[in-house]
């Protein structure tokens, strides 16, 4: 390349730790690249639920709309904030290797675990659920911003805990000792995973950004977006999807939960790896079978009627 490749980035420092592992590992491969961060409408405003805000890719649109008027060559994002259906003209390159898919509890005490009264904090309608399903007495409270202002207001509220992605706070080395990690929770669709998006149009940057793709991560996390896709999520409903890779076999674990917990639909099947084709479409149609459909439907009347 001519000129240095552009990496566009959200300005939190989790979405700069992410730009600069790429940014890396392409130096590393011999190409001169530079960073360009902007700030997303989702980082912004902050004193409303996502699915209240109405945008698709509220974290992303701001480096879709850079990336068209040619102001960034490549954008770098958290996978599971990314729109399973991608602006035209824009296009996946690559799947970075995934870290830990798992969701981690930090509290102020796990006591409250075994009693009947606590308070929790999450933006994520699929963890509220989740942490709902199991313990049905607590009280699941709206938590927004990047991770470290999160944090601080854990520290600032009387909440027992709020629920966060292991892989975020690994990265920034914020994760700490006594989180509890809930391997009972099935994570976002992607989690754990960083993507690469260029322009189609744009080849170079297509070409050099490919180089960068894990087989493994890109296989699985497509899995796990024909899931939700087909389930027609998004922010919009509490989605759980993990696909997981061994001895050449390809395992799926999904789920849909009601809002308040009080049910859910689940799912769990294996096929060969080299038929993963059309799997996630599958699994989410029996899904959508068992149940699913008429709650995707309460879903979406709850959330287009909020009770106030």
């Known amino acids: ?72 060559d490549i954008a770098v994002h958290s996978m599971k904030d990314v729109p399973t259906q991608l602006p035209q003209g824009i296009v996946q390159t690559a799947v970075l290797k995934r870290a830990s898919t798992m969701d981690v509890l930090i509290h102020k005490g796990s006591d409250f675990l075994n009693g009947k009264n606590g308070t929790i904090a999450t933006g994520s309608l699929r963890r509220k659920a989740q942490w709902l399903y199991q ?47 809930l391997d009972w929770m099935v994570p976002a669709p992607a989690q754990g995973a960083m993507v690469v998006v260029a322009l189609e149009k744009n080849q170079e940057a297509c070409e050099v950004s490919q180089k960068l793709n894990d087989s493994d991560s890109d296989v699985t996390t497509r899995i796990e977006r024909e899931f939700l896709r087909t389930l027609e999520g998004g922010c919009t409903a509490p989605v759980g999807a993990l696909a997981e890779i061994k001895d050449q076999k390809v395992r799926l674990k999904g789920c849909l939960h009601a809002l308040d917990g009080s049910t859910k639909v689940e799912i769990s099947k294996e096929r060969p790896l080299n038929k993963f084709e059309g799997f996630g479409k599958s699994c989410a149609y029996e899904i959508l079978e068992s149940g699913g459909m008429q709650l995707m439907k309460k879903i979406k009347d709850e959330l287009n009627n909020p009770v106030h």
């Open 1 to 72: 390349m001519k000129s240095p490749l552009r990496i566009g980035t959200r300005d939190s420092e989790l979405a700069l730790w992410q730009a600069q592992t790429v940014q890396r590992q392409l130096e590393r491969l011999g190409f001169d690249t530079v960073l360009c961060p902007v700030k997303s409408t989702g980082d912004i405003v902050l004193d409303k639920p996502l699915y209240e805000l109405g945008i698709t890719g509220i974290f992303t649109k701001t480096l879709d709309v850079a990336l068209i008027k040619g102001e960034i």
């Open 135 to 181: 313990y049905p007495n607590h009280k699941v409270i709206g938590l927004r911003g990047n991770v470290n202002t999160r944090l601080i207001k854990l520290i600032e509220n009387d909440w027992q805990g709020a629920i966060f992605a292991k892989a975020g706070l690994q990265r920034i080395k914020l994760l700490p000792k006594d989180a509890i990690m």
